[in-house]
Nanobody
């Protein structure tokens, strides 16, 4: 089992940057596909980015491609989401998730463990 804790959210102006962190306790991250999702009020949780077990393959939603970067540090058991050129539509609660199957997917229900989320607010 793994526990996930997100941090790094906050309020930023449009065009700014934030780096989210997801710290894992328990087993090493190399056992999991790690993903970032986000959810705005009244909307379904949506896929943002994912990284393979080895960290060699990354996946992004079209809406964040070229602006966001997911990375992992297995030694520190931490996954990061670097967010640049932020837009007001990026405002949401951002969640970190772990998938034990090892198959990267954009579907939230395939992920087994979730953090509590961190709020990101982008002002115009």
């Amino acid at each position: 089992q793994v526990q996930l804790v997100e941090s790094g959210g906050g309020l930023v102006q449009a065009g700014g940057s934030l780096r989210l962190s997801c710290a894992a306790s328990g087993r090493t991250l190399s056992r999991y596909v790690m993903g970032w999702f986000r959810q705005s009020p009244g909307k379904e949780r949506e896929f943002v980015a994912a990284i393979s077990r080895t960290g060699s393959i990354t996946y992004y939603a079209d809406s964040v491609k070229a602006r966001f970067t997911i990375s992992g540090d297995n030694a520190r058991k931490t996954v990061y989401l670097q967010m640049n050129s932020l837009k007001p539509e990026d405002t949401a609660v951002y969640f970190c998730a772990a998938d034990v199957s090892g198959i990267a997917t954009t579907t939230p229900t395939h992920y087994d463990y979730w953090g509590q989320g961190t709020q990101v607010t982008v002002s115009s």
